[in-house]
Structure formats: C-alpha cells, structure tokens
C-alpha cells in the first residue's frame, strides 16, 4: 500500500495512505480517497484514557482534565467527564480547544454542537477555517484540526470517544493525559472542575450485568476481523477499557458497539490493514454518531428510552434525591389564590411517559414545557382553576388538583395509569383586635399569616346609602340609626365569603369587659332588638348592618363595639347564616379556621 506525502482538500492538509479505506476526516477528504495516517493516537472513550503509548488508565471522577497542551503557545486541549446512569461511572461528555492568542475556546459537545466562546457554530462536512482551527461535522461527528509548534494535530468526537492523533511524534514541550494517563492528578483542572466533581460514589450493584459474557465480548477485539489489525494496535487497553466500564454499567446506549468502534477506528488511523465489515460481524449500527443533533439540559443526559429511540435521560447525581423520594417533581409553590407544580421532563422520559398527554381535572389545562430545561410545569389560579376541588376541614383551607394521563381511545395502552395529587393548605390567622376613636371615621386591620394577607376595614355611616361617614365632627343622638360596613381586600371572592359571625357592644376597649350587649350573634341580628339589621352577610367579601344607637345606663363614656369576622370556603350558600324561624342558625361548614375581631369607638 503506497502513501501520498500528503493529500489537501479544501484547506484540510495531512499525511495520507492512497487506499482511502474507512477515511476519518470528514466526507470531502473520504471523497478524496485520503485518510490521515497517525504517529501518534490518543483515545478517550467512556471512563478510559488510552495515551499515546498505549497505556489505560480510568478516570474515576467528574472532572476535567487536560488531554494535550502545549507550553510553548498556551494550547490546550481538555475534556469533562460527567456521570451518566450511576453516580459512580464517567463518562466523555465534551471537549474543549483553547487557544491563547486568541483567547477563545472550541466546545466541542454531544449531539455534534459546536460553540465558539458563546457563539453556537453552524457546521458542515464542508468545514470552515476559525482563527487556525479546521473545523467540519458529519455524520459520524466533528473533526478538527490545527497546528502547533509547526506540528498538525488533528481531533475527532463523536460525543462520547475522542482521538487526539499527529502526523509526527509528540514533541518535547506538550503535556497531559495523552502524553501520560498515570499523571492524573497532576492533569486535573480545578480551576474547570465543579466543587464536587472529586465526591466518590458507591451505587447498589447492577444485578443485570454478567461481567463474565462482557469480558467474552469485549475480547473478540482478538478475533476476526479485528485480529487484522492487533499487531498494529495492541487491542489490550480497549479490551480493558471495555471490560471496566461494562462490568459496573449496563450495555445500554450503544455502548455495546462503543468500544469496538473506538478499537475499528484506531485500526483506521495506524494500520494498513483494514479490519473490514466488523459491524455486521458485531451486530452493531451504521457509524452516525449517537444522539446526533440532540440537546439535552446540563443535568441531562442523551441516552435509550425505554419506549424506544433516543431521548434526554436524568443524570443519577440530579436524580438521585427525586428516585430516594420516589417522586417525579419539585414540591407544590403555593400563594393565596394559586399553586403550582414542576415535574422533571428527564424522570418522565425515563418512564415513557409523554408529557403532552397529560392535564389536570380539567382536561384543557395542560403542563408548560420549558424548552431549555425540559421541566413541565402545570398550574392553577383564581381566573382558571382547572377543575381544582377546594375543601375546609374546620381549620384549614385546601385546593387540590390532579396531573392524568389523557383518556385514551385506543384499545391497548403501553403507558401506566398516571395520578399526581398535589394541594395547597392555608391556615387561618389567629384573631387580631383594633380599637380608635370614632374620629378616624373607620379602623382597618391587616391580616398575615402562612399564604394569607389580607385587610379588614370597619366604617360607620350616618345613611343606609353609606356616603356620610361618621367621624368626630359628626353629631350622633340616642336611637339615631347607625350603619356600619365590614369590608375585606386581598381575598378571592370566588372561593372565599366573610361572614360576620357576632358583634357587640362594651363600655371599655376590651371585647371582653362588661357590661357587654349582643347586637349580632351567630350570623343573624341578635334576638331582642328589633333596631338591628344585617344584609349581604357570608354572600361575598364585605357585609354591613345597621342598628339605632344607644348608651349603656348610668354610663356616658365611650362605647366600643366589636365585631367578629369568619372567613368561609363558597359551596353553593353555605356560607350564609340561616335567620329564618326563631332558632337562627348557622348553616354548616360555614366557619373557616380562627376568626378576626376588628373594634370600633366612638365618644357620645
């Protein structure tokens, strides 16, 4: 097999063998009948880093850590391993080229994205030229290249391996795992890294796993058609490589093929003897690199669904607490007159749940998917409650909702039964109680507590149309009628009804001094005094009453009066008090939580 001294396609210049047999540029050089011939290789493929002499060693961490740099012109190229399904193993997930002069940085990450600095890079197999770096993407993944120290390095990744290949052997002044793997430690890049990337992990054994049939598979890297190539690449590192990660992970996610690949592809690089149709021989897919074109979130993953295809799967640090709780979300966010629930998009992709099918009791109200973070979000409010039932135990309020799965038509259904109930309580204040002079024309209390906040406001009026306020230069006689209005802000008139539940008079400021006389009692006019009126009370968020004004005998003091407010959940009428016949009572479940008392003084 003869060699080119060198083959050039649009830019793109390497050492070259004339065959063009299973070519690793991109698909302008295939076109060309030229593939690159290594000196040097260096591969990274899962947890493994195979350096330029051979040698494996495995990264047992979440960090990142220089793969080649160059002292001389502050070159460098590193790689971040992250975890996939267990906490416990790495894995490639990108790859960086940074540059000193300039300063800017290649990331090179799954799916075949490319950014430069910020700027995400639009690629073809055609490529384009970027401050000295070749940079192209095909099928099969991205390939760059570039020059340094007068030597031309050239990088392929596919999302989870990488190969760092020279056309010459490694000069004196680069450094990093390529150039010697056992120097780990020394390679790591904090300044990179996550705090916790160096936290170790020991998951539950993978009961699946037969180490035994992996190391049976991971050795036909011995055997034809792979054998071809053995004396050219020692295939022991990738047989380690393979065995490491199979015997703790389950062969899912095309890792399987991952490693043979990794092995046919360096077979490409060093060898003149091609390895052939291993794939078929393997039972393994086309090369396209898997996941191709797919975004996932930060703390996502690309990987099988168990319905089949690929999709954006959780990885087990994010997942962990959510699978210890045996939950698919985030807790409920509560405010007064609304809730809200987060379910994880990676969780219900790794049921097979589609989240478009599902909605809450009200089958119009369905999940917002935030497409950069994949979360889906569903929620309720006073203006579209969703079918939302709301109940009151005496002392609390709840609103209760439920995520479905949509009714199906169809006759079978691959998908589980799917029930999410999330609630919102809220308790009732506890009572406050206010006094002023008449002078201040009317008191207002505001109310907090838990998710509540909300005001009462008591005002005294000399007529029934309430535009005269009472206040200190207003005349008040004996037996005059008085109108008073209990009113509320901050409450969602469509759950909530106030009812005033008493009111009465004293001669101090204290609502339980004496001597003490009812003007109201349980909701309705208190019996024995025939001045007294009550209108709208429990129907909505304010009432009011009237009554004739009086003294108490042998006192010409201050009166106070007070009043004691109920809040009530609406179902239907309940909430108003039953004053028909003489027995004048309450209707049932009127009465939510603790009551609010709110006082009123005027002088005579």
Partial sequence: MEMRDCCKV???????????????SNDSIQSAGCRAAAADLCTVTGRAVIDFQGRFTAVTDRCVYSMLSDSSTGFEVFATFRER?????????????KLQDPDVQFHLQ????????DTQLNLSSSGQKLHGVWISKDSTGVMANFTISSHTVYLFFDGSTAQIHTGTPVWSSVDGLCVNSSSISAQRLDQYSSSSCQIQYNDSLDTSVNCSAIKDHCNTLKESPFSSCNGDVDPTPYINACSDTLCKYPSVDGLRCHFLWAYARACSLNSRASVGDWRSAAGCSSAEGFCQDKVCSDHEFCGEKISGG?????????????????????????SQNSGSITLIGCLLEEKGVDFSTLHLNDRSCRGAMDEEKHMVTFSFDSSSTCGTEITNNGSQITYKNTIKYQNSSDVISRQDQFYIDFSCQHTQPETKIVAF???DSSVVVI????????????????DGGLTHALDSTTGVV??????????????DAAVIAVETD???ATSRDSPSSQPRYDLIKNGCAAPGDQTVQVEGNGEGTSNRFSFNMFQFTGSSGDVYLHCKLQLCVKQGNSCVPDCSGGSKRRRRSAGYGGPAVISLAWTQ
């Fill in 437 to 439: 002079n008449i002078k």
């Fill in 10 to 24: 649009s830019d793109f210049v390497a050492p070259c063998w004339s065959d063009g047999v299973n070519a690793v």
């Fill in 502 to 504: 008493s009111c009465w």
């Fill in 310 to 334: 690929t999709g954006c799967l959780c990885r087990a640090a994010f997942a962990y607490d959510y699978k210890q709780s045996n939950t698919l979300s985030d807790p409920t966010v509560c």
């Fill in 85 to 97: 399904r267990r906490r416990d193993v790495s894995f490639l997930d990108s790859v960086t080229l």
């Fill in 110 to 117: 799954h799916g075949g994205r490319v950014q430069m600095n």
């Fill in 447 to 462: 109310v907090k507590s838990g998710q509540w906040n909300y005001t009462v406001a008591m005002k005294a009026y000399s």
């Fill in 478 to 491: 004996l037996n005059q009628k008085i109108w008073v209005e209990l009113t509320t802000a901050g409450l």
